[in-house]
């Protein structure tokens, strides 16, 4: 299979049709950015951060690639698409077709809810970004490492913006699961970046991206596509991006048409912002803002998480203390009370494990931790943490809702302990967000730990330097050799 170029001389270009249909509205100014921005606009922190970035998605897709529901998927799709020339992480000499190769990918980096997420416009953004650019990286041999390093920052810029357009976690409160709304579009520029689309094309692309855009947030509770749902979007994002560059049109002014447009169906009723998409292009760059995880767990859950450790360390609370425990009452914002604040039942999976404040904060009490090992099906099923969740009271507290998008992971914990003692903390910003955000030194020993699982040092180590040096790479060939081996399975 062979992908044209956007510059190819045997199809029509996107160059050939003039500008943007609105250069002064939200799309027009997006894409005339995304055409125009080159690496050396991008500040130098910013690089540094979102070669980190890449690093944690590479540490979680190595580990996310021999989990059971990663294994079903390959063996389905690999069979129904059969042998291509994308690689499929970890898989050895298996390979497939591009679509199939973005889809399977981005479960891998959504495999043990280990990867990043954007707390304000809430997508898992490597799980759309880097399945989309090693899959469209395949077709464009000439893509060198900095082009590849662009075209991560500019997809990981678009999709929070698009997402705080639409208040973020709001759009979960109607059902919508955020990162298969937000993430298309993230896709669509990051690989139209390889593509070299200029400003019709990236109209064009983030168009037919927004167009595909969607996802039932239902997946939460024990279906295995949710880590699946951002490999829909990192293909759809692909397609858009492909057929944009061979000069197929998308739907103009998408964020603004007044009827069927991206922010007008997905925003109905909720008044959504579109300067959010692109007032601030240059003036803040979301890449620093978007959150690595400490815990194996959704990302509106790390403040409860916070919460319980902090909690138990202040009050040096014994197995003792713990298992005495009278009640537990979590406080959220209505965002990530509709999200996580369901009651769970037994059997309980992992994917709901990982999707639930109650069970989450017991196994943070119990355990002292919240990785790997607390949300494995076996830890899921024990009882002392169902004791703890049938003494939890998870509500809504409407308060939290008035902050904003800033404000919406705020979380209040409240133990009764055996004593009759009451403790309460509240946590505004989880550790990985903002102030509390992971250094990258920090996200280095997340990768080495989590690659321990995996791989040996020594691969851990090239990889560790292809990513980190990847805007001095003459090519990512490097890169996709060292991903193509087979992993470990971790287990869980």
């Known amino acids: 299979m062979s992908l044209k170029s956007a ?34 606009d991008v500040p ?23 989990l059971p529901a990663s294994r079903i998927a390959v063996e389905a799709l690999a069979a129904l698409d059969g042998a291509g020339d994308s690689v499929i992480i970890g898989w050895g000499g298996l390979t497939t077709g591009p679509l199939t190769a973005a889809m399977l990918n981005s479960g891998f980096i959504q495999g043990f809810e280990l990867d990043d997420y954007h707390p304000f416009g809430p997508l898992h953004s490597n799980a759309v970004v880097l399945p989309a650019l090693l899959a469209a990286a395949g077709h464009r041999p000439e893509t060198t490492g900095a082009r590849f390093l662009l075209a991560a920052v500019l997809g990981y810029e678009v999709g929070p913006r698009v997402g705080m357009a639409l208040h973020g976690a709001d759009i979960m409160i109607r059902g919508w699961h955020s990162g ?28 037919m991206a927004c167009t595909q855009a969607g996802g039932l947030m239902a997946v939460q509770f024990e279906s295995m596509v949710k880590r699946m ?45 579109p300067s959010r998409i692109a007032g601030t292009l240059d003036e803040i760059w979301e ?44 406080d959220l914002a209505r965002g990530m009370y509709e999200k996580c604040g369901w ?36 830890r899921a099923g024990r009882e002392d943490v169902w004791r703890l969740i049938g003494r939890t009271e998870t509500r809504h507290d409407p308060v939290y809702d008035e902050g904003g998008l800033e404000q919406q992971l705020t979380t209040r914990l409240r133990l009764t302990l055996g004593d009759g003692t009451v403790h309460e903390t509240v946590v505004v910003q989880p550790r990985g967000v903002g ?12 990768y080495r730990a989590l690659t321990r699982r995996a791989i040996d040092p020594a691969r851990s180590q090239a990889l560790e330097e292809a990513v980190l040096g990847l805007d001095t790479l003459p090519g990512i060939g490097v890169l996709t050799a060292l991903l193509q081996p087979p992993v470990r399975s971790p287990g869980a």
């Not at 199809?11 to 049709?17: A, L, V």
């Not at 197929?248 to 925003?267: A, D, N, Q, S």
């Not at 709901?352 to 196994?363: D, E, L, R, S, W």
């Open 180 to 207: 298969t709304v937000f993430g298309p579009p993230a896709a669509a520029a990051a690989a139209g970046t390889l593509y070299h689309l200029d400003a019709v094309g990236f109209e064009d692309a983030l168009g």
């Open 343 to 378: 009651t769970p039942s037994r059997p309980l999976e992992p994917i709901g494990a990982q999707m639930n404040a109650a069970y989450a904060v017991a196994v943070a009490l119990v355990d002292g931790a919240g990785l790997f090992d607390q949300f494995t099906r076996e």
């Open 287 to 330: 890449t620093e803002r978007i959150a690595v995880k400490p815990y194996a767990a959704c990302g509106g859950l790390h403040a409860a998480m916070d919460a319980a450790l902090q909690l138990r360390g202040e009050l040096q609370l014994s197995p003792e203390d713990i298992e005495k425990i009278a009640g537990i009452r979590i």
């Open 44 to 66: 130098d922190p910013v690089r540094d951060r979102a070669k980190h970035l890449l690093l944690d998605g590479v540490a979680c897709a190595l580990v996310g690639a021999k």
């Open 229 to 273: 749902h951002h490999g829909f979007a990192a293909r759809n994002g692909l397609v858009a991006a492909v057929l944009a560059a061979s000069g197929y049109t998308g739907i103009k002014r998408v964020f603004e048409r007044e009827y069927g447009g991206f922010l007008t169906v997905f925003g109905q009723g909720q008044l959504p912002d």
């Open 435 to 446: 102030e509390n955000r992971l250094s990258n030194a920090e996200i280095v020993e997340k």
């Open 7 to 40: 510059s190819s001389a045997d199809g029509p270009t996107p160059g050939s049709r003039g500008g943007p249909t609105d250069p002064d509205g939200p799309t027009g100014k997006l894409a005339n950015w995304l055409a125009a921005t080159t690496l050396d």
